[in-house]
DNA sequence: GTTATAAACTGAGTATACTTATTAAAATAT
DNA sequence: ATATTTTAATAAGTATACTCAGTTTATAAC
């Protein structure tokens, strides 16, 4: 403690925990290159057809520029095709490729694999409520599990209460 | 649920609560510009005189490169100050300014806000169990609290144990 | 049917948060 | 004393994750 100044704050450690568990999924997936946000948008194509970009941006908890950019990098490889729509020509339908499904099948248990040593140092019964907790902020905050999805999040749309 | 695909995986929801803290952040903060790492350094270099720039990025928990950045920034905005070191002409010693203390004395209550604000879905119970948690995962990832501070942690440091 | 509004996307700009490579200075080894 | 290694900082590059402004297309109002 003498060699830190970390006071523990919540926003910091939220930051840290979050630095840590990209750390780790890097690691996890070795020489396989895909980002977090990479596997999320990936994931999100993957188990629905014919996604246009809000609608993954808004599945996906990111704002339609960043969902955007990440979109192109990800057709720019190959794993995901990217069209005009037929029914709504302002937007762009996307889809899986083989090669992005191959790709989730072969990254998909190191990334659990991740999510299990990420959450090693507490106990199953910590870590449930660890989860629980997590997960009960984020409903408070951001209508996770419901059908309101507002996004982005960045920046002030948050209201004190 | 049939609106999104909320997996509640940890390392999504740990994306997501990163990325509501920031919002919040900023909101609390209404006016001022401020963000949260420039805070940290901030705070850190108002707590330690004549620290270089490794041993902020060391306390803050950042690499080298976007410490350099951030403290460019803040020295643009006359919130620290930064001179080469007389022992090691290779560091530079930072310090914060008058107006960089003032700015931290503007913001301190509306950061302690925004961190209630924050958790305020969680019980107290729940919310000592939740950041009891989270201090022991980074704890374990990280050695926080002890002398050993190694960073960065993007990419490529966490091996899977 | 035209007009106003709203929605999907893009582009430019800012700020993390890392990577590798390079430069310069200090510490260590022999 | 010199050669090696390490360390502090920077530079260039990539990938989030937002902001706001602008374009195109669709919908709603009238």
Redesign the interface.
Known sequence: ????????????????????????????LEAEELT??QH?IL??VS??KNLDQSRIA??A?LDASTTGDVVKRLEKRGLVSREVSEEDRRSRTVNVTPEGRKLMRRVSGK?E???K??????DPA??D???A??????????N????E?TGP?????????
């Open positions: 403690m003498a060699e830190n100044n970390i006071d523990l704050a919540p926003g910091f450690m939220i930051r840290v925990l979050q630095q840590v568990s990209v750390s780790i999924f890097h690691s996890s977090p946000i999320t994931k999100t188990a629905n808004a599945l908890f990334i694999a991740a999510q040593f990420l959450l090693s140092p507490l910590e870590r409520m660890f989860l907790a997590l997960e009960k902020i984020l409903v408070f905050h951001e996770i599990g419901s059908d999805i999040w960045q920046r002030g749309n948050k209201k004190l209460g």
